[in-house]
């Protein structure tokens, strides 16, 4: 697929990004997603079936683009991918244009820009070196909604293991790499318990937390509004408060002086 633009303007919520006065970008390199995930957005909104979806198609003249787009481009946070994953299965990775995530990060991340990626794929770690070498401009995102692998296969059949990504988390964050965990879509059936494993065994690896609901149901949103109560309160006794993004409910993601201001003035 030959596309016209690659480095585009977003304005996917703030929780995603780092310098909230920098402009932000999306880069999506390819249509469609091996992962395959019931509840994908992407795949809705462009109104794509789960066959066509699942055998994603690069974009053939990524690198060329990017070449042409980054000196006329004001540095800012670029997001990979709100629209697909950047790491694919290997299993659909045939042709030279899948193998252009890696010089895609070098370039942004050479001429300046920073890098957000969010991930369900501890093919992440391909790019270690990477990752290390600017850890000031980028944060690796895992996308972990449930602690159990079987509702996973249910949900995202093309994704790798739960127990994969959250390797992947510890490994980033051991190595200091900032790191995010997405639990989102917060699905129905999803338990209180599920997310006090994922917090638990995370704790210490994930630098922020974001959670959202599933956005094509509004009629999920009271399961969501219920569960955000209760999340609060696990998050807010564990002193986490200040790393936790609840989207949809916030228009940014607040620095934690401000959110500890807004508790203090609720509590008198
Ligand atoms: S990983 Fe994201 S883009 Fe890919 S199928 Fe799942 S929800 Fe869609």
Redesign the pocket.
């Known amino acids: 697929m030959i596309r016209k633009t690659l480095l585009n303007l977003t304005k996917i919520e703030a929780a995603y990004f780092t310098e909230e006065d920098m402009p932000h970008y999306g880069l999506n390199h390819y249509l469609g ?1 091996a ?3 019931l ?5 809705r909104m462009l109104r794509m079936s789960r066959e066509q ?1 699942s055998e994603p198609d690069p974009v053939e003249n990524a690198l060329e683009l990017l070449r042409e787009e980054i000196p006329r481009t004001k540095p800012g946070t670029v997001m990979l991918c709100s ?3 950047a790491y694919q299965p290997l299993r659909v990775r045939h042709s030279r244009s899948f193998f252009q995530t890696r010089p895609i990060l070098e370039m942004l991340l050479e001429a300046g820009f920073y890098v957000v990626i969010q991930t ?1 794929s501890p093919g992440v770690l391909a790019d270690l070196d990477l990752f290390q070498e600017y850890r000031k401009r980028v944060r690796i995102g895992m ?1 972990i909604i449930t602690p159990d692998d079987l509702v996973r296969r249910k949900w ?1 059949p093309g ?1 790798p293991a739960i127990e994969s990504r959250i390797a992947a988390i510890q490994m980033l964050s051991m190595k200091d790499i900032p790191t995010q965990v997405s639990i989102e879509p917060l699905l129905p059936g999803t338990k209180y318990k599920d997310i006090v494993s994922l917090v638990s065994r995370l704790y210490f690896n994930a630098d922020r937390w974001i959670l959202g609901v599933l956005n094509y149901r509004t009629d999920y949103d009271v399961y969501y509004s219920d569960m955000r109560n209760y999340l609060e309160s696990l998050f807010d006794s564990c002193g986490m408060m200040d790393r936790v993004y609840f989207k949809q409910e916030h228009a940014a993601f607040p620095a934690p002086a401000e959110r500890k201001d807004q508790k203090d003035v609720q509590k008198t």
């Open positions: 997603c992962h395959n995930c509840y994908c957005y992407a795949r979806w629209m697909t994953d369900k996308t995202e994704a």
